[in-house]
């Protein structure tokens, strides 16, 4: 199965980072365990309805993804951050179900 947002990323780090294919596949590695800690805390707090939590961890979520060449997955990040700081949980879990399908193949 292809995964459009491995593909933006790896394509993104070669051309940015200029890695090699043996450094891209080693930093892809390291990052994709970042991102599954991040979405894993992500996960909890808004299962536990922690906004602030949520925030944090939403905006360090938005940075990650920006920095991979994710720019339409930050985004989502982003509204998740927003969606808490006015503490209108109504779409938070529905903008985190997608996030997580898109990047399924990176966690």
Known sequence: M????LEI??????DQLKLNPTELDAFVKEV?????????????????GDFD????????????LANLGLAEMSIVAKNI???AQSTTPAHL???FM??????????
């Open 81 to 83: 951050e927003l969606g």
């Open 53 to 64: 939590e949520i925030i944090i961890t939403a905006h360090t979520l938005k940075g990650s």
């Open 2 to 5: 292809a995964c459009e947002q």
């Open 93 to 95: 879990a529905c903008y």
């Open 32 to 48: 994709t365990n970042s991102l599954r800690v991040i979405m894993d805390r992500l996960d909890e707090a808004i299962d536990e």
């Open 9 to 14: 990323a790896q394509r993104y780090l070669t």
């Open 98 to 107: 997608r996030l997580k399908r898109e990047l399924t193949c990176l966690l």
